[in-house]
């Protein structure tokens, strides 16, 4: 199920709310869930400052409501992810948001069912488990092997265990950021 353009206007403004919110204090916004935001499904929230990667953080399973999830990971993406230090209330309006709404989460039992730029990935074996996004394999010009030996490694395992059994799986997911609906911040 697709989001309409106000669904998805509705939820970039709620996850910049959230982080404006908590950065600043205050009480973390509401929104009631309706139309095809009144679901359960994994999501991503990534931050972008002069079109570079500033916090990105998601939770790929569908067993909570979408509002949930992205108001906790527009939160973590903003304060939490390792790679960057907590963002300040005065760079907020630097920031331009991304969401991706996750969809199904299927294993694969072939790679030609992968399709670079439709699909993302997980690759698991044991505890390690490792996942990019879709837009990922588009963004770095990766093919289809490199995608899986890059999404291994971001497993913590070798490049070619894709190839030594661990286990694949695919995804799709519905990418909108604030650009496309026509804020002035870039996110891509």
Do not use: N
Not at 155 to 181: H, S, T
């Amino acid at each position: 199920m697709l989001l309409s353009p106000t669904e998805r206007q509705a939820l970039l403004r709620f996850a910049r709310e959230t982080i404006g919110a908590h950065l600043t204090r205050q009480s973390l916004p509401a929104l009631p869930p309706s139309g095809g935001l009144d679901r359960h499904s994994g999501a991503f929230v990534t931050l972008r400052v002069d079109q570079r990667l500033r916090g990105c953080i998601g939770y790929p399973e569908a067993d909570q409501h979408l509002l949930e999830v992205v108001q906790r990971c527009a939160i973590s993406a903003a304060t939490q992810d390792p790679r960057f230090p907590p963002l300040a209330v005065e760079d907020l309006l630097g920031v331009g948001l991304e969401i991706s709404v996750l969809g199904p989460v299927e294993e694969v039992t072939e790679i030609a069912e992968i399709q670079v730029g439709r699909h993302g990935l997980v690759v698991q074996r044991g505890y390690r488990r490792g996942l990019l996004l879709p837009q990922v394999a588009i963004e770095w010009t990766w093919d289809r092997e490199t995608f899986l030996a890059q999404t291994c490694i971001k497993a913590g395992l070798p490049a070619d265990a894709w190839q030594k059994g661990a286990r694949i799986f695919r995804f799709e997911a519905e990418v909108f950021c604030e650009e496309d609906l026509g804020t002035p911040e870039a996110c891509s």
